[in-house]
């Protein structure tokens, strides 16, 4: 198993408390895949609106989750000669499919699956699973590109 610790999580990722949707890696493999987890727990600033009756994890936020584990799988292919200050944006989803909803107490497991990376650009195969479910699956696409 290749996991992936917090600390380079956040090399690979501007995101920070709340929007930090991948709490872990517990495997991956270079230019191919990774599987991540997010916990989701009943205190995201989300449920709050969202709804306070019958929380539900907003299926953008579940995309977001998917797009931020390709970025990691992203980050750690690239050799240690290759890293630097570059970032990966999200800039194009298709296919988003939503099956089930997500609510606090589930575990999300993200699998991302890299179909092709060229010039900076990475196309993935994506899904979200809970119980070994399927709860959202697209295609992602993520750009590196230096920080503003």
């Known amino acids: 198993m290749n996991s992936v610790d917090l600390k380079t999580i956040f090399k690979a990722l501007p995101h920070r408390y709340p929007f930090l949707l991948i709490d872990k890696v517990i ?5 191919t895949w990774l599987t991540g987890l997010k916990n989701v727990t ?3 600033p989300f449920f709050q609106g969202h709804f ?3 929380p539900v994890m907003p299926g953008v936020l579940i995309l977001e989750a998917m797009a ?3 970025g990691v799988h992203a980050y750690v292919s690239r050799s240690e000669d290759e890293a630097n200050q570059n970032l990966y944006y999200l800039v194009k989803i298709d296919k988003a499919r939503f099956l089930q ?3 606090p107490g589930d575990q999300l497991e993200l699998h991302v699956e890299r179909k092709r990376m060229l010039r900076g650009m990475g196309l993935y195969d994506t899904c979200a699973k ?3 479910k ?3 699956s697209a295609e992602i696409m993520c750009a590196e590109r230096a920080p503003d």
Do not use: L
């Open 27 to 31: 495997d991956w493999e270079k230019d």
């Open 42 to 44: 009943f205190n995201e």
């Open 52 to 54: 306070p009756e019958h």
């Open 68 to 70: 931020q584990a390709s």
């Open 101 to 103: 909803i997500v609510s």
């Open 130 to 132: 809970v119980d070994g």
């Open 134 to 136: 399927i709860v959202c």
